[in-house]
């Protein structure tokens, strides 16, 4: 059976253009809660898009180091990921640093590359280790470290922000935290390793049976008591702090439901069906999905130059300015793919001809 599991693409391009409508509300509007809504039925119809799907920097970050675990690709191949998020990183200082008044820039990059390289080392030593780990995550995301930030040692407040320790009142905070979020880089790749070896071994074993679907069924219904608050989210500079820091239960409330579709894309019966429609295959072979870091490095760059331009734009046409927002997020997620799609095409070049320039280097040495 193949590795390529179509429901996790498909789901990763769903939130991914959440994430995209997301990252450009916070270049566009440096205020405090100005919705698109307020400009157009069209605008209002990506708002709604994006708030609908609000947790998909969980989702894309669970599926990332859950992958991570599922395949038991060469650490050559790891590594050169890592390469490239470190590079990623460095270009988001320049944007990220002087956002948030703080010497490090700290983001997804930087989160994924401490807590998945935590990982690798606790696998050389034993799978056990990474389960522990992974309950360990799990339990992490049901603890609200900011409320303790006055049981805490004193320290700076741009360590506060990155530990996860500042209860930051809507005022500005750096995103993704280590403390809880850790927990769900550290849970996913404890369940994307296990997984993986029963995709590999005896992929039948991950139907879902009829008690578990009562299970999944009941802990939806459950979420409906508290599902809400993150469709309500405050969008401009307030964005970041409320949306790391709802009470757990919200955030559970909310995750539960794309975790449902997770599952249900392991099936081998899921999996059989959207491997013979042909939206799948197309939607697996998108950059996005097949180099999804890259994709959404290109698209957090348009983002902040297509914010730049909007902002100067206000200041020629204010009025008339508000009406391009849907052209500004159709092109700027088509132009993402596309830059990314070449991006990709020219690296895969450069590494073969180097491939070839080192084969030739050997034969006359």
């Known amino acids: 059976m193949t590795d390529r599991i179509y429901g996790f693409d498909i789901i990763r391009l769903v939130f991914f253009h959440a994430i995209f409508i997301f990252h450009l509300s916070l270049m566009m509007f440096y205020t405090t809660e100005i919705a698109s809504s307020r400009f157009s039925s069209f605008s209002y119809a990506f708002e709604s898009y994006a708030r609908t799907f609000s947790s998909g920097g969980f989702v894309v970050i669970f599926l990332t180091c859950l992958l991570m675990g599922f395949s038991e690709s060469r650490i050559l191949s790891k590594l050169k990921l890592f390469g490239f998020m470190i590079a990623a990183w460095l270009v988001f200082q320049l944007i990220l640093a002087p956002a948030y008044n703080s010497p490090v820039g700290w983001d997804v990059y930087p989160l994924i590359l401490v807590t998945v390289g935590i990982c690798l080392v606790m696998k050389l030593i034993s799978d056990r280790l990474v389960y522990l780990l992974s309950i360990a995550g799990f339990v992490m995301l049901w603890i609200p470290f900011w409320e303790f930030r006055s049981l805490v040692m004193p320290m700076s407040e741009p360590l506060q922000n990155v530990l996860g320790f500042v209860d930051c009142n809507l005022k500005e905070a750096d995103e993704w935290p280590i403390l ?11 369940v994307g390793l296990k997984v993986g070896k029963m995709w590999k071994t005896k992929p039948v074993s991950l139907r879902l049976s009829p008690i578990e679907l009562i299970i999944w069924i009941s802990l939806l219904a459950l979420s409906s008591v508290n599902y ?43 999996q059989d069906y959207l491997s013979r429609l042909s939206i ?4 697996s072979s998108l950059t996005m999905s097949r180099c999804f870091w890259l994709s959404y490095f290109v698209a957090y760059i348009y983002t902040f130059v297509l914010g730049e ?23 700027g997620f088509s132009l993402s793919e596309l830059t990314a799609n070449v991006l990709e095409r020219v690296g895969r070049k450069l590494i073969k001809n180097y491939g070839k320039k080192k084969a030739d280097d050997q034969v006359l040495i």
């Open 180 to 190: 809880p979020w850790a927990g769900i880089c550290w849970m996913s790749y404890g």
């Open 228 to 270: 809400g608050p993150m469709y309500k989210v405050s969008l401009g500079n307030e964005f970041s702090c409320a949306m790391y820091r709802f009470p757990p239960l919200v955030f559970w409330s909310h995750f539960i439901w794309p975790l449902f579709f997770i599952r249900i894309s392991l099936d081998v019966r899921v």
């Open 280 to 283: 799948s295959k197309a939607i």
């Open 309 to 331: 331009l909007y902002q100067y734009g206000l200041k020629i046409s204010y009025d008339s300015i508000y009406y391009s927002l849907p052209l500004i997020l159709l092109l």
